[in-house]
Nanobody, 128 residues
Framework: QLRLVESGGGAVQPGGSLLLSCAASEVLQDLYAIAWFRRAPGKEREGIACISSSGRSTNYADGVKGRFTISRDSAKKTVYLQMNSLNPEDTDVYYC?????????????????????WGRGTQVTVSS
């Protein structure tokens, strides 16, 4: 059973940055695609970024393109989400999720695929 633990959330002022980490209990490379989601209470869950199992392909929601960057460190079994130019609308609980998916096509299908494993989330608050 894969376990995922998010960290790096916190409070930041508008325009600031945060680096979220998603640490996995086993090697992710070439088997698990990873996506970051966010959901505030009472809101729909939103997929914001994903990376394929190979690490070669990524995709982003329109609202975060150019501000957020997803990456993975295979040796550390960790996936990162670098978030820049944060604004109050980015306030949310952020989750990482893993899907068993070999191949880079994941990044074209990710919004229609239910992940297999979820972390418990980390809170991000953007406020002045």
């Amino acid at each position: 059973q894969l376990r995922l633990v998010e960290s790096g959330g916190g409070a930041v002022q508008p325009g600031g940055s945060l680096l979220l980490s998603c640490a996995a209990s086993e090697v992710l490379q070439d088997l698990y695609a990873i996506a970051w989601f966010r959901r505030a209470p009472g809101k729909e869950r939103e997929g914001i970024a994903c990376i394929s199992s190979s690490g070669r392909s990524t995709n982003y929601a329109d609202g975060v393109k150019g501000r957020f960057t997803i990456s993975r460190d295979s040796a550390k079994k960790t996936v990162y989400l670098q978030m820049n130019s944060l604004n109050p609308e980015d306030t949310d609980v952020y989750y990482c999720a893993a899907t068993v998916f070999v191949g880079d096509d994941y990044v074209h299908e990710w919004t229609t695929i239910a992940p297999d494993y979820w972390g418990r989330g980390t809170q991000v608050t953007v406020s002045s």
